[in-house]
């Protein structure tokens, strides 16, 4: 697959639907209609397959009776506009990283991902059995919005360098894609984070316009020919120990449709978090393999004096994230609960094991 036909995506579509604010689920054709936009560019591996697919097995799980609509990023409006799209009613839903809309609430952030934060495994529990869904509906309900959780790339690596960085003093100056909180981490060190939609992150880093990016991880980074602009790849990222990615729907849509749509929606949405991640821990070693042996990219780990000045610039965010509001108060210390406990326990048994597992299979980078 050619980079610019997944970067760039299928063309304008022609003839966008006129924008009407819904009250009530449109039916067309005997079925209800889901428009759906996205972040991602279309046929983008990974990420953009992943909401592509998604919109598909509502259709075929429906057998027609929830019309899905798909546009990517660019087809119908812009990738970072799909937030008003669908809160104003001209599209009923998006596929999207819930930390674009940082700006509009920094609650938002928790629920993709934020520094030193859960991972998916921790994320979904506390989702589903702490409280998080529940915090989550609060915030969306502010927006007009209701938001499901529909897919996950897990723990992210630290992003791509044209240079190594051997001290936190290396990241002073350095121009980095880098979206959420753990953008503003890096603006507490001395570094300028950048925030821009998929498709246009390798233009810029091979012009020169940043000096580094994140993304996600091997195999949705080959795809994107980061390898091509910058030679240092660095792990553990702080950033997105378990990036989650959110479909957003109109709440008015939503509080339409039937109790046996919402519950179609739902499995479908859920089907879909366990196939992205299951896709992305099958593919990521092997493409990683791909990006030293054939590309020669040097894989680096961050220091522990670096990864403690991410840690100690994530406190000082964390202190400014919750004097935001009462609810980002209460969000964080939702979120806090859940890294100390269902994190503490997964410290116990998967940490622990994993470790001394490799250990003893000299399993590991």
């Known amino acids: ?134 915090l989550w509906d609060e915030l969306a309900a502010e927006f ?28 002073k100056g350095l121009k980095m894609r880098i979206p959420g909180l753990g953008g503003d981490v890096m603006a507490k060190l001395g570094a300028s984070p950048v925030s821009l939609p998929g498709g246009q992150i390798y233009e810029n880093l091979v012009s020169g316009a940043i000096d580094a990016t994140e993304w996600v991880g091997p195999y949705n980074d080959y795809f994107m020919k980061f390898y091509e602009a910058a030679k240092y790849y660095y792990y553990p990222g702080f950033h997105e120990p378990g990036g989650n990615i959110s479909f957003g729907f109109n709440k008015a849509f939503w509080d339409g449709l039937t109790d046996w749509e919402r519950a179609l929606i739902d499995t479908c949405a859920r089907e879909e978090h366990a196939n992205q991640m299951d896709e992305t821990n099958a593919n990521n070693g092997a493409y990683l393999n791909r990006l030293v042996t054939e ?27 919750r004097q935001h509001s009462d609810l980002a108060n209460r969000i964080y210390e939702a979120f806090d609960q859940a890294r100390h406990e269902i994190g503490g326990w997964m410290a116990v048994a998967d940490v622990a094991f994993s470790v001394q597992r490799n250990r003893v299979l000299e399993i590991g980078a």
């Open 295 to 321: 590309h020669g990219i040097e894989l680096k780990q961050f220091s522990e004096e670096i990864y403690d000045s991410f840690g100690e610039a994530s406190a000082e965010v964390f202190d400014e994230t």
């Open 144 to 171: 007009g919005l209701k938001c499901l959780v529909a897919g996950s790339t897990g723990t992210q690596m630290g992003g791509w360098f044209n240079k190594e960085i051997e001290t936190a003093d290396d990241l």
């Open 1 to 134: 697959m050619e980079r610019r036909k997944f970067l760039k995506g299928a063309a304008l579509t022609a003839g966008a639907a006129a924008s009407t604010t819904l009250a009530a689920p449109a039916i067309a054709q005997g079925g209800k209609e889901l428009v759906i936009v996205s972040t991602w560019p279309r046929d983008f591996p990974g990420l953009g397959l992943s909401a592509q697919r998604l919109a598909a097995r509502i259709t075929e799980l429906s057998e027609g009776r929830i019309n899905t609509e798909y546009f990517a990023a660019g087809e119908r409006v812009g990738a970072f506009d799909s937030f008003d799209e669908v809160a104003s009613g001209n599209a009923q839903a998006y596929v999207a990283a819930d930390y674009y809309w940082k700006g509009k609430h920094p609650g938002w952030a928790f629920f993709t991902s934020v520094p030193f934060g859960l991972t998916n495994a921790e994320r979904s529990a506390w989702l589903k059995y702490g409280g998080g869904q529940e």
